[in-house]
């Protein structure tokens, strides 16, 4: 019955992608085949204009001539200072642009392979075949196999029968095929029927509630239920029906569905394979709920056995004394949703307190209940000074609500404390050149002219030795700023910075700060949006940084597989670990299962440091290879490009010992892109991609990023994104199977 129309043929223009691609590929890079395309490491883009303007927004997204998507998602270009200089003035592409066009070359690559793909709606596909049986049509037969579609696609004879259970995943979402074929109101009620006939829902016996095989009646129940558990597939689960906690058997729980319902047989102990010792309403909680309940601070030493009701209360067993309510707490709902623990919707919790404030949490944090699951969070790690905080700021910055008056009042105290932690250590150093000092005119340069400069200094050296200079600064900051500026101008000082700078004892940021000393040491001072990003150490020193956006989207994926791109809705959460005391970072590890996405850093710069390269080569190695990240995608941003370009002009690549055999080609052209930088980051990425896939078997997704560009980690983020979107659509595509 199935048949496909011949494919559409598309004019030839074979070498027009191919240069175009190696345009877009680094020099000496291998021509990719057709079947081999991959993107996963992102390039500088710096080929000719688009040749394909995206439509506005609303108008309809065209149909792409191919069915083949490339099998990997395309790199967004990430920017590089070189190219922005070298592109002109009237070339406003965007990086979405330059993302459809490497979509749209994607295309053409497609639909040159001798006509084997064709147009998505003449070819069958198994998303456009009956949930039942699996018979595939064409857009032509369609309509005749499948009349009205009653229980949604089906075949008329299977019409009543129940579906497959591999295509439980797809029911209610529509095939390419039939939005091409139906109306959009026509589409949205077969989905609704797809989803809601009666043949198509589970069967009772397919669903197993603590140990039990359910009846009838049972499961009307359980899906009748003021919040029943949504998307219920077949299954074997446990439900605790006084607090109304549902998870999957030897799992933590995963949902909280409506309380004392009468299903399934009785609670077991051992229901959610927890081993804490740790009872409530008599299963023993897992790792993860103990921990949460630690931090949430409920008391709870071995061998306690607990009551949790359906509002949150809870009593000591025996005691029949209600010790506090652990929903109560934003701080308790806040950590529960960060580690994907369920949470009530606020109005099952009892008389929650409306001042209650969270201290380590950075902002006041309301999950979304309803959709909990559309929250995707993203893990940013890597050692310290790899440039995660900045990234992190940036988001924050960009896209978050910006910080609270607490947090900036917080950040000036710190920016302030910055200035005169660096001022004491160039003081510290002066004294240690001028006493170190063989050379009388190297001590002379180092001797302070100033009396009044030198007291202060030898006052400040002494509170510092005490440490005692948190008591004064930054409160007497405002009476002794120009004594500060007048130390920071003076000739020694300066000689010091330039230095201990050239050393790396220093950050390059003390110069920006103490420059405006005076400025920043007032009562007044607000942190602009450069101070905030600049300034050291405003992450919470508990180690662990969440922030929640959203982004306004147009994703180039989802505009094609979807037409109501569902997308724009979707939450991030961006989760900063520090890397300080890695044990600690591996002990946090194990609460961000299956994370939407890992994001690793590691700074470009640090190839002359063997060590240090080293040192992140292995802590990538430990995290790219822990269990608990065996279901995410992955990506390497490689951090501080803009440095790297100027550095690997002066030092070669191959000092590092993991990078001696890096030959970079020589160039055919001097144009003003950097060539040698794009290599070696090329090549360093290669080098990560092949470690990669050889611990893990998958792929590894690499980018370069300028952390302190907002243009740049805005880029990053929305290279992340659509990552993401990609390995989500190639997982659906997986369940509904082979085509
Ligand atoms: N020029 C340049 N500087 C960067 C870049 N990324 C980070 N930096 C600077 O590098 C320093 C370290 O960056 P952080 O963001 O604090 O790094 P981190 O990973 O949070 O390190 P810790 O705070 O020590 O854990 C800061 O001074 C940043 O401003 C970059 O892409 N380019
Ligand atoms: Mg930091």
Not at 86 to 111: E, F, H, P, R
Request: hydrophobic share 30%.
């Amino acid at each position: 019955m199935a048949a496909a129309e011949p494919p559409e043929q598309e004019p030839a223009t074979p070498n027009l992608w191919a240069e175009l691609l190696r345009k877009m590929l680094p020099e000496g890079a291998p021509l990719p085949d057709d079947d081999q395309l991959d993107y996963s490491i992102s390039v500088n883009y710096a080929g000719p204009p688009p040749f394909y303007n995206p439509p506005p927004l609303n108008s309809t997204f065209p149909k792409p001539k191919f069915t083949t998507f490339p099998k990997y998602p395309p790199s967004l270009s990430p920017r590089n200072p070189a190219s922005s200089k070298s592109a002109s003035s009237s070339d406003t592409t965007t990086t979405s642009d330059n993302y459809i066009k490497l979509l749209s070359a994607a295309s053409s690559i497609a639909s040159d392979d001798g006509g084997a793909a064709s147009d998505p709606g003449n070819s069958p596909r198994s998303d456009q075949g009956c949930v039942v049986c699996g018979a595939e049509y064409c857009k032509k037969c369609l309509l005749k196999a499948m009349g009205s579609m009653p229980e949604g696609r089906k075949c008329i004879t299977c019409i009543g029968n129940p579906i497959d259970e591999a295509n439980r995943a797809k029911l209610g979402k529509p095939s390419r095929l039939l939005k091409r074929i139906c109306s959009q109101l026509g589409v949205k009620q077969i989905m609704e029927m797809e989803r809601e006939c009666r043949a198509n829902q589970v069967m009772p016996r397919q669903i197993i509630v603590n140990g039990r095989e359910l009846r009838e009646d049972e499961l009307d129940e359980l899906l009748g239920c003021k919040l029943p558990p949504k998307g219920l597939k077949p299954g074997r689960f446990w439900y605790d029906e006084d607090s109304g906690l549902w998870g999957k058997e030897g799992e933590k729980p995963e949902r909280i569905i409506s309380s004392k319902l009468d299903v399934g047989g009785k609670l077991q102990t051992g229901a959610s394979g927890g081993n804490t010792r740790v009872y409530m309403n008599g299963r023993e909680i897992t790792k993860l709920e103990l921990r949460v309940l630690k931090l949430a601070k409920v008391q709870c030493p071995s061998g306690t056995h607990f009551w949790l009701y359906e509002d949150g209360s809870y009593e000591e067993e025996g005691q029949n004394n209600i010790k506090g309510n652990i929903w109560e707490k934003v701080s308790v709902r806040f950590i529960s949703s960060l580690f994907s623990l369920p949470v009530p919707p606020p109005s099952q919790i009892a008389n929650p307190k409306k001042k209650d404030r969270v201290s380590v949490i950075p902002r006041l944090f309301s999950p979304d209940y309803s959709e909990q699951n559309r929250v995707r969070k993203l893990l940013l790690l890597g050692l310290d000074g790899s440039g995660k905080s900045t990234i992190y700021k940036q988001a924050k910055l960009i896209y978050a609500n910006k910080f609270s008056s607490e947090e900036m009042q917080k950040i000036k105290h710190v920016i302030q404390s910055n200035m005169y932690r660096y001022l004491g250590t160039l003081l510290e150093w002066r004294e240690h050149i001028e006493e170190e000092s063989f050379d009388r005119s190297v001590r002379g340069e180092m001797e302070f002219n100033n009396q009044k400069i030198s007291d202060f200094s030898d006052w400040l050296l002494n509170l510092m030795a005490n440490g005692e200079i948190d008591i004064y600064f930054p409160a007497a900051a405002r009476e002794y700023s120009p004594l500060v500026h007048g130390i920071w101008k003076d000739p020694s000082i300066q000689e010091t910075y330039k230095r201990v700078k050239q050393l790396q004892l220093i950050p390059d940021v003390a110069e920006y700060f103490l420059n405006r000393v005076i400025e920043i040491s007032r009562n007044e001072y607000e942190p602009l949006e450069e101070d905030i990003l600049l300034a050291e150490g405003t992450t919470p020193s508990n180690g662990i940084a969440c922030t929640e956006f959203s982004f306004e989207y147009h994703s180039a994926v989802s505009q094609i597989y979807d037409e109501n791109p569902k997308i724009q809705q979707t939450k991030y959460q961006l989760i900063q670990l520090s890397s300080k005391g890695q044990n600690r970072t591996f002990k946090w590890l194990e609460m961000f299962e299956n994370t939407s996405a890992v994001i690793f850093c590691i700074s470009l710069i640090d190839y002359d440091q063997h060590d240090k390269m080293i040192e992140s080569r292995d802590f990538f190695k430990a995290i790219a290879t822990h269990s608990c990240f065996v279901g995410s995608p992955f990506l390497l941003l490689l951090t501080k490009y803009d440095l790297f370009e100027d550095k690997i002009e002066k030092v070669p690549l191959t000092v590092c010992d993991w990078f001696r055999d890096f030959k970079p080609l020589k160039t055919r052209n001097h144009s003003s892109k950097s060539p040698l930088a794009q290599q070696a980051f090329y090549y360093i990425g290669m080098k990560f991609k092949k470690m990669y896939t050889s611990l893990t078997g998958k792929k590894l997704y690499v980018n370069q990023i300028q952390a302190r560009d907002r243009k740049s980690v805005d880029e990053a983020f929305r290279y992340i994104r659509e990552i993401i979107d990609w390995e989500e659509q190639q997982r659906e595509d997986e369940d509904i199977g082979p085509s």
